[in-house]
């Protein structure tokens, strides 16, 4: 497959989410007042305990990390299962599973657009602003490079992981409950809605082996130099879980998809 | 058109309710897994909240029990919204289809027609989790059992309900001008996350923000201080009643300006 045609899809994929320009703009403000709820019950949290540290995080290392992980989370958010869903419905995924091209490909850079355009509107935005508030406590140097290899990574790690999911769909008719109990557990074990610093130990040590943390957990570390990353035997440990679970849930995700797509039973269309 | 009275749409509500779950039945991996996504949900939003309380023993001042109180409470504030206006999910794909017409067609108002159509179970989940949490809590701190109390539990948390219910109006709404504003959804039902914690944590004009433009202060702060707090009940504990048919009130007028100024996107 050469790349440009992969290209000219991403081009669409662009486009299509530049579409709608005022929901984009509603988007950036009702995040916005997100991160501002988030502020104030993290300040009153910590104003409440006493000390200023706690489990190695201070307050802005919390702030940033949460204010990140929300931007991430709205930077890699795929309507994967939804989509599907709708397509088996309305019948449509025929007409995708007849493109000369393989469905999962088809799928991934057709979203890759609506990536790169959350990650330049809202992304970039949330950083700057978390640069100017905090008086540039994230460190910018090599790790910035390293966060966009992990969060790259991340992203192909979190479209495995709908594209395991999406297909149950297919034989139990069900999107709302799959895509409620798949967000649940992503966000609690990624570390996105607390920090996974703050998880008693036990858990911590085996939440630190599972997927999800390679979704948010490592590349914010990364960005943060936390996590033993300053160094490059930590650093290369993160990215070494990462690649791995990148490995097992793309082979994973492929046999899934091709046993499911067998039993695919579409109602007109 | 004829007025038509309470009573025509308390009927017609049951039997668009009947058909609902007919069809609903016929899908019963769906129920069950969503079923089971539900617990999932409330699972994990008590292991978040048992996570923050190992490490920070109090917040703002109120302590655990406290804190699962007000936690019960506006799970089963939030369950009428969960129950019965989930339609309000399927608005902006039905605006941008064009389906939406056909609710136009019909001699009956059409809020209440496309809010009757769906009626869903899973959330009598959440409601069995937020009273066994309200219980739990309950006993703990000891708040005494009488007839008058349980009477303003019940008042004040369908008082609770009420703002949770105008809040996803409003949000729902917002498809009818803005193509493309399912966030605004997604952003307003993660808000009620917060809920949960006590608003004295806000400050400024986020103060006011929350409690009276974007109300989570009312879905359980307020209401829940008029059984925590019987001594020192605030003013605005009081008329969260009012303001909240208010609110509804508003936000019912503006999803019904949404749709007579709704015109086809075709398909």
Redesign the interface.
């Known amino acids: 497959m050469n790349p440009k045609r992969l290209l000219s899809i991403t081009r669409a994929g662009i486009m299509e989410s530049l579409q709608f320009r005022l929901g984009i703009f509603v988007t950036l403000f009702a995040n916005l007042i997100y991160l501002v709820l988030v502020y104030y019950l993290w300040k009153a949290i910590y104003d409440s305990s006493g000390t200023d540290v706690v489990n190695g995080m201070t307050f802005s290392d919390t702030m940033i990390y949460l204010i990140l992980a929300t931007a991430l989370f709205n930077f890699l958010e795929m309507f994967v299962v939804w989509d599907m869903s709708r397509k088996i419905q309305s019948g449509s995924l025929v007409l995708d599973l007849l493109k000369p091209m393989r469905f999962r490909k088809y799928t991934f850079w057709s979203y890759t657009g609506n990536h790169v355009v959350q990650f330049v509107l809202t992304f970039i935005p949330t950083f700057i602003v978390v640069m100017i508030v905090t008086h540039g406590a994230i460190p910018l140097g090599l790790n910035l490079v390293w966060f966009l290899i992990a969060t790259v990574f991340a992203l192909i790690i979190n479209y495995n992981i709908e594209m395991l999911v999406a297909p149950i769909c297919l034989f139990t008719e069900s999107t709302w409950g799959i895509n409620i109990v798949k967000e649940t557990i992503v966000l609690l074990l990624s570390g996105a809605s607390i920090p996974l610093a703050f998880f008693p130990e036990k858990a911590r040590i085996v939440v630190q082996y599972l997927p999800f943390r390679a979704v948010y957990d490592i590349p914010l570390s990364i960005l943060l130099d936390k996590s033993g990353s300053d160094n490059w035997q930590g650093l290369l440990q993160l990215f070494g879980l990462q690649l791995v679970w990148l490995v097992v849930l793309t082979a994973a995700g492929n046999l899934f998809w091709n046993c499911a797509v067998k039993k695919v039973t579409v109602n007109g269309g | 058109m004829r007025k038509r009275g309470l009573r025509f749409y308390a009927r017609m509500y049951r039997k668009i309710l009947v058909q609902d779950l007919k069809s609903k039945m016929s899908?019963r991996?769906?129920f069950?897994?969503?079923?089971?996504?539900?617990i999932?949900?409330n699972l994990?939003g008590f292991?978040?909240f048992m996570?923050?309380f190992?490490?920070?023993p109090?917040?703002?001042?109120w302590d655990y029990h406290h804190m699962l109180f007000l936690y019960g409470f506006s799970l089963v504030a939030l369950t009428p919204v969960q129950c019965f206006f989930d339609n309000n999910w399927n608005l902006r794909f039905m605006v941008q289809s064009g389906d939406f017409i056909k609710y136009c067609f019909r001699p009956v108002n059409v809020f209440f027609y496309f809010i009757s159509e769906v009626f869903d179970v899973k959330g009598l989940g959440q409601l069995a989790f937020g009273i066994g949490t309200i219980v739990y809590a309950w006993i703990k701190i000891g708040i005494p059992v009488t007839p008058l109390i349980i009477l303003k539990l019940i008042v004040f948390l369908l008082t609770a309900s009420l703002f949770m219910i105008a809040l996803m109006n409003f949000a729902a709404a917002?498809c009818f001008w803005?193509?493309?504003?399912?966030?605004?959804m997604v952003?307003?039902f993660?808000?009620k996350d917060?809920a949960k914690?006590p608003s004295?944590?806000?400050?400024g004009i986020?103060k006011i923000?929350?409690t009276f433009i974007?109300p989570?202060a009312f879905i359980a702060y307020y209401p829940s201080l008029v059984i925590l707090t019987p001594d020192n009940v605030p003013l605005l504990s009081w008329i969260s009643p009012l303001y909240g048919f208010v609110f509804v009130f508003l936000s019912y007028k503006f999803w019904m300006l949404g749709v007579r100024k709704y015109d086809f996107t075709g398909s």
Do not use: H, P, W
């Not at chain 2, 069950?32 to 539900?38: A, L």
């Open positions: 899908y991996a769906d069950v897994i969503s079923t089971f996504g539900m999932m949900t994990s292991v978040t996570i923050l190992q490490n920070f109090t917040i703002n001042g917002t803005i193509k493309g504003s399912g966030y605004v952003i307003m993660r808000f917060f914690y004295s944590i806000f400050e986020f923000i929350f974007i989570i």
